[in-house]
């Protein structure tokens, strides 16, 4: 999510010069000198995921003070489950996990990961467990391989290989001449909505964090490669925590547990079934989309 602050150009050159001297990713953002609009505490302890339970506390939150986004919300995301957030748009859906990263403080109300207040841990630790699939997926102007390798500079090829396969590019990288070594283009755009969407979920899956999320990850998908997608998120799923943003209802039918947000508060919350028995807002919703 940083990227998007970024000349992405930039972030190329200076992804390369990161992998040929094997620094620490996470370096990238001091030498960017990144403005930030919540504070470090350098005395601060890091963070450590044991199994990625999260909870929001009471969280309020307002991008301008006089608009609250976020009204007390409370949730409860049991560790290694799956879960999904829906709503309408602008319901709060996005900031919610932008907040979980850390990219702005809540203005009431705490998060908290495995028990610990992510506002009081060092806040590389805190990027370091999560792998984000943004909303609009941002690559920079370099070959394909490396922007997948850019999740983890530590992997070795044939784990890039197995991401990339994984998230199904297989098919497309052999189509094109020059495979992996294909440049994308300045943000990508040498590639189709579907094709971003997909590396960055081979980016995300070779971070491999404790805690992953999918910010409408596969709206840009076919639904062949949308199923396939949806798969290996499941499988990943099995030993992470996983959240999906979700639009399209029908694509988080077996998530664990489904939170339904509207106007910055959670308004129901239980399984797919449970849901649909409710006959509430969520019911309304998929009956709208069911026709
Ligand atoms: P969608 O389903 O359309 O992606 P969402 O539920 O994810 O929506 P958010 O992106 O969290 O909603 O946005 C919630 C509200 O916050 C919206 O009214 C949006 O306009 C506002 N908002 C989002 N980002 C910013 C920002 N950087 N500055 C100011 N307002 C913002």
Redesign the pocket.
């Known amino acids: 999510m940083m990227q998007i602050f970024m000349p992405l150009n930039f972030l190329g050159f200076v992804y390369r010069e990161i992998k040929g001297s094997l620094t620490n990713i996470e370096n990238m953002f001091d030498l960017l000198k990144v403005n930030s609009s919540v504070s470090r505490n350098s005395k601060s302890e890091s963070l450590t995921v044991n199994q990625g339970a999260i909870t929001f506390e009471n969280v309020s939150f307002g ?2 003070k006089e608009r609250t ?1 976020l009204n007390n919300l409370s949730l409860n995301i049991k560790a290694g489950s799956k879960v999904a957030i829906v ?10 996990t932008k907040l979980l990263c850390r990219f702005y403080d809540v203005t009431n109300g705490n998060i908290q990961i495995d028990g610990q207040n992510i506002a009081q841990v060092k806040l590389d630790s805190l990027r370091e467990v999560i792998a984000v699939v943004p ?1 609009d997926t941002v690559l920079f102007n370099a070959s394909i391989y490396d922007n997948i390798h850019y999740g983890n500079l530590s992997a070795t090829k044939e784990q890039v290989i197995a991401a990339s396969d994984a998230a199904n590019l297989k098919t497309f990288v052999e189509s094109l001449n020059d495979g992996f070594e294909t440049h994308v283009g300045e943000r990508g755009l040498k590639l189709s909505g579907g094709e971003k969407q997909r590396v960055a979920i081979a980016r995300a899956l070779l971070k491999d964090s404790p805690i992953m999320v999918f910010d ?1 990850a596969t709206s840009a998908l076919d639904s062949h490669n949308e199923e396939a997608i949806m798969r290996t998120i499941k499988k990943v799923a099995r030993h992470h925590t996983a959240i999906m ?1 979700a ?1 399209r209802l029908s694509t988080v039918t077996d998530a664990d547990h489904i939170f339904y ?1 509207e106007q910055g508060q959670l308004v129901e919350e239980g399984t797919h079934q449970q849901l649909l028995e409710k006959e509430g807002r969520y019911a309304a919703l998929w009956r709208s989309q069911s026709q």
Do not use: F, M, N, R
Not at 87 to 96: A, D, I, N, Y
């Open positions: 991008y301008a986004i709503g309408p748009s602008g319901s709060g859906k996005s900031t919610l909303q409408e943003i639009h947000l």
